[in-house]
C-alpha cells in the first residue's frame, strides 16, 4: 500500500469534481479542482480588463495572481473568497480562452505540480493526466453523453440560483469542449494509460465505488 496521485481528466461537466471529490474523501486525500484554478484567473482577468492575448499584461498579471483552497474546498484568489463567481456564466464563457494561453497554463501546472509533491491528491482537470502528472498511479478519463452533461449542468446551475436555459448550457459546453480539445498548449486528449468511465447512465455511487476499486488495484487504502 502507498500513497498515490489520482488524475481525473474529462469534457466539461460530466461530473469530475463530483467523483474527485467522493474519492478524496474515501481515501482521506485533498481534492484539487484545477478548473477553478483557470477561472479565478479569468476572474482576475475580467476585472482588471486583461485580454488573453496580451502578452506582457497577461504575465506580469500571472505575478499577482495567488490562488489557494479552503477546508470546505473553496477557491480563494489572492487570499479572497471566490468560489461563487468563479461558477457563474460569465466566466464560463470565457474561461477557455483564458486557459488556452500557454504562459497561464504554464504558471498553473507549477502550482499544480507543487500541491501534488507530497502525493495523497485527487486533481481534476483536462491535463492532469497527460501534463501535470504523467507519471500518476491512476488516471481515470472521465465521460457522458453531451445531453446527459448538459442537462446536469443546467439543473446544478438553477439550484444555485443562476437562471440559464439548457440550449445556452449546451452551446456553452461545445464551445468549451472545442476550445479545450483544440488548443496546441496541452489540448484535452484521454492519456493512453487511463481508464475510462462512462457516467451517462450510472449513478454516483457506482461510479465511486468503480474508482475505488481503481484506487485500491493502484495501491491506495481506503478509509471505509
Ligand atoms: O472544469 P471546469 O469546467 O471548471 O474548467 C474550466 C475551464 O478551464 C475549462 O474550459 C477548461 C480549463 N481547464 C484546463 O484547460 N485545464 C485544466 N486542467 C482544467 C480546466
Redesign the pocket.
Known sequence: MQDIIIAIDGH??CG??TLAKSLAKALGYTYI???????AVTLYFLRNDIQAEAGSRVDAALQDIHISFNKRNETLLNGENVEEEIRQMKI?RY??EV??VPSV?KA?VQQQQRMGAGKKIVM?????GTV?FPKAELKIFLTAKKEIRARRRHTELLEKGYESSVEEVMENLQH?DH??STRED?P?RQAADAVIIDNSVLSREEQLARALELARQAGATDRL
Request: proline letters at 0%; a positive charge.
Open positions: 466539461s461537466s469530475k469534481s479542482d484545477s478548473g477553478a484554478m483557470y477561472r464560463s474561461v477557455s486557459a488556452a497554463r498553473m481534476d482537470g483536462r491535463d492532469i501535470v468549451r476550445i479545450d496541452s484535452l
